[in-house]
């Protein structure tokens, strides 16, 4: 629970200095939107996580983010297919490439870096391509408003992204700390070979982390278009993998594999999303918004390490 | 090693007859008829984007019309993935390779580019659209004078604020030469008046930051009365943010570009006005342009500057406007 402590306290920390220098910060509007983009960032951010802690990595969810939701637009308003139709194809996809990245990992032994550095380069290829670079939008949802207004909607007053989130993450919590599944996963993250020599089907393992993380990207990518209500397929979503990642590693996740927890991607994906907001708040010019994210970030970590080291000397070790 | 027999020799030899009598028959056609004493070559020009957006799937249409139009030209449309210099070079340098006879490019970064620009100038026909290099060696800069596209946004500003008011600039990034002109042009415009300019804020080419830093200003600047949008994905951006902040008409929304969301807009009322470039005209005319130059005509890119006039669509004129542009671009009406 320590590394997430420390992560949490940075979080109430920035939380409590940017509403004493601009009170808005709380504001009804403020809090729905920033738990709207934390709803967003956060489902991805656990699928990222998952993946993580089997020791691997996933390099092209921003792509994916891209391919999903072109096909989405292209699927709803140009081939006319019904919505749940469309909406379980855009979520089915990521999880089939999912299951591809491991099959290549597992079976051809590949590194995760490079199937999903490949994926990466692939997916927004493919992208591009089947929207000759045009932005595809959503328009007036014609035969779809239902699904619009649902993903931009509210639930209980938390927007339908956030609400989403807690859900997945109640989810989430149960199978990576409460289940065999979990155990495995964490297990092979330390050690892979050990846990294959225990009689376990550590391929079958990896394979489902990876789908699982497909999921959720999945419904983060059908969220994330009806956020801007088009998808540019050369921008939507670039780079977001280091935004999951970051949350991930910022909540406990080693890269190494074998740690990590749902609260702390939680907290991660959070710390960011309000990093980016207190820029725009307290009127931090726009050039420094990434500055800002690496310097805190790095501040936490360093910070987060130095307890660690203090309590491990304390209990006696080193 | 083993012999090949003279079953695998005669395979190899009638392969490669087979390439070679291929690669024939695609030449001849661009090398005329047997029994023509000139052989009429295909100009291969050459149109680099900045950037990926769907803005240059307009002016991608506009050198197609040209190319039909001509009928002896081969047009290559290039498109970046990111607005990088590192991207455009790489792109140029192959162009170079490919033997292209003239190149028409956006630079990313002019004052930076201008030696790499006079490099390409050097080896062939390089003229500059959207974005001028004018310290290079381009021979032309067909395009629009960002400078007054952006006094035309002030204008409008001015118009949608009779009584001035706080307003609030978003962009991708300053350091690019149109974001900077229209900028000063808008400062320029609204100089005297009661229209005030709060920030510029930036988002990296991200349409989800982008509307983040325009939800986040409605936060910030509760009596902000114009969000202003310089590059073609901020208009859309800024109308989620006002949308879903529930301000549509309390927030006035000035745009430039014509994406499809913008144009909905625009109808809507939501978004006041925006000026468009007319990037079918950059495409068409950087085709023309460079095809008259080359078959003798110099006076097709003379004077430095040709200046397509922009737009400002409004209510009154979105209709027909997205008529005409749904119609260059081959969609149903």
């Not at chain 2, 008829?33 to 307009?58: C, E, M, Q, Y």
């Not at chain 2, 430095?304 to 669509?313: E, N």
Request: proline share 3%; glycine share 10%; hydrophobic share 50%.
């Amino acid at each position: 629970m320590r590394k997430e402590l420390g992560i949490f306290l940075l979080l109430i920390a920035l939380c409590v200095v940017t509403a004493a220098i601009n009170p808005r910060f709380v504001s009804h509007a403020n809090l729905t939107n920033m738990s709207n983009v934390v709803g967003l960032f956060g489902l991805f951010s656990l699928g990222l996580g998952l993946v993580i802690i089997t020791g691997g990595i996933d390099l092209s969810v921003g792509a994916m983010f891209a391919l999903t939701g072109v096909l989405l637009a292209m699927m709803l308003r140009e081939w006319h297919w019904r919505w749940p139709v469309a909406v379980a194809a855009a979520v089915a996809l990521p999880m089939l490439l999912g299951w591809g990245h491991a099959w290549l990992i597992t079976r051809i032994k590949l590194q995760p870096f490079i199937v999903t550095l490949c994926g990466l380069l692939i997916y927004r290829g493919v992208a591009r391509f089947l929207a000759q670079d045009a932005t595809k939008g959503f328009g007036d949802a014609e035969g779809f408003a239902g699904l619009r207004d649902f993903a931009t909607g509210k639930f209980l007053g938390l927007p339908m992204p956030f609400a989403i989130l807690i859900l997945v993450s109640i989810l989430m919590w149960f199978v990576l700390h409460r289940s065999v599944f979990g155990r495995y996963l964490l297990a092979i993250g330390r050690n892979e070979e050990a846990v294959r020599f225990s009689g376990i089907n550590t391929r079958r393992v990896i394979m489902g982390a990876y789908v699982l993380a497909g999921a959720l990207t999945g419904i983060a990518g059908v969220l994330l278009a009806f956020y801007t209500n088009s998808v540019s397929p050369s921008t939507h979503g670039n780079f977001y993998e280091l935004y999951g990642i970051a949350a991930a590693v910022l909540g406990g996740c080693s890269l190494r594999g074998g740690e990590g927890s749902v609260i702390g991607i939680l907290i991660g994906a959070a710390l960011l999303q309000v990093l980016q907001n207190l820029v725009n708040l307290l009127g931090i010019p726009s050039s420094l918004n990434f500055a800002v994210m690496g310097a805190v970030v790095l501040f936490g970590v360093i910070a987060d390490q130095i307890f660690q080291r203090r309590a491990a000397l304390d209990q006696g070790r080193h | 090693m083993k012999i090949p027999s003279l079953h695998s020799i005669a395979l190899i030899l009638s392969l490669v007859v087979a390439v070679n009598g291929c690669g024939q028959r695609e030449s001849a056609p661009s090398a005329a008829g047997t029994g023509d004493n000139k052989p009429v070559r295909k100009l291969k020009l050459a149109f680099v984007s900045n950037t990926s957006a769907s803005f240059w799937t307009i002016a991608r249409a506009g050198t197609a019309q040209a190319a039909s139009e001509l009928g002896n030209v081969e047009v290559d449309f290039r498109m970046p993935s990111t607005g990088g210099v590192a991207e455009q070079r790489q792109i140029l340098d192959d162009l170079i390779a490919k033997g292209e006879d003239g190149i028409a490019i956006s630079p990313n970064d002019p004052a930076n580019q201008t030696e790499f620009l006079n490099k390409i100038a050097a080896q062939t026909l390089l003229i500059c659209h959207d974005s001028d290099a004018p310290a290079s060696k381009r021979v032309c800069y067909i395009g629009t004078d960002n400078k007054a596209a952006g006094m035309q946004a002030g204008q409008l500003i001015k118009q949608a604020l009779p009584n001035g008011g706080k307003i609030m600039v978003f962009v991708g990034s300053m350091d690019a030469q149109n974001a900077k002109e229209r900028f000063a042009g808008i400062k320029k415009e609204i100089e005297g008046s009661n229209v005030q300019i709060l920030d510029v804020r930036t988002d990296e080419t991200d349409p989800v930051r982008a509307q983040k830093n325009a939800e986040d200003t409605l936060v910030k600047y509760p009596d902000v009365a114009c969000l202003v949008g310089l590059w073609a994905y901020n208009g859309p951006a800024i109308l989620n943010a006002v949308r879903s902040g529930g301000l549509q008409g309390k927030v006035k929304i000035v745009c430039f570009d014509e994406n499809a969301e913008t144009l909905a807009g625009v109808a809507e009322g939501t978004i006041y006005a925006t000026v468009v470039q007319q990037p079918f005209e950059f495409g068409r005319q950087a085709i023309l342009g460079m095809s008259r130059y080359l078959t003798g005509h110099q006076e097709a890119l003379a004077g430095g500057r040709q200046i397509i006039p922009t737009l400002s669509i409004q209510k009154g004129n979105v209709a027909e406007f997205s008529a005409r542009l749904k119609k260059i671009l081959g969609q149903q009406p």
